[in-house]
């Protein structure tokens, strides 16, 4: 079932990022806007519109999480070879996706520190916004 629905989710966000869905979805909208005065923009006109794009968007949060959670974990795992086969590399941050925001943002302070003095810093980040 997993399977199943990985690959759903996968081939149904990859299409909803194309230009065809969107266009899709416009004209959808277009047709009806068009049929307002047909149906003399009744609460039942009105409804329809209503109920089809929440449901639509209801499932697709869900068939959306997925792919992002799908690229998060690989993108991690990714990551997580790249400490692994790099000597230098401290293998401590390793799993750190696992930690709460307050244990993350010490570390990620941590780190800032050991780049060197607040001036330098800034001197870094700057020469690497100068490169663009």
């Known amino acids: 079932m997993d399977r199943i629905f990985t690959a759903f989710a996968h081939r149904v966000s990859s299409w909803s990022g194309q230009p065809m869905a969107f266009i899709l979805a416009m004209l959808v909208i277009l047709i009806w806007v068009v049929t307002g005065p047909v149906f003399q923009y009744s609460d039942t006109w009105q409804l329809i519109i209503n109920t089809g794009t929440t449901i639509i968007t209801f499932l697709m949060v869900f068939l959306i999480q997925n792919a ?16 692994r086969a790099i000597e230098t590399a401290r293998n401590e941050f390793i799993g750190i996706e696992h930690l709460t925001d307050a244990e993350l943002e010490k570390i990620k ?23 663009r």
Do not use: Y
């Open 68 to 83: 992002q959670n799908r690229d998060s974990s690989a993108i991690q795992a990714k990551m997580d070879e790249l400490i």
């Open 109 to 131: 302070t941590v780190l800032e520190k050991e780049c060197g003095g607040d001036d330098r810093h800034r001197q870094s980040i700057g020469r690497l916004i100068a490169r």
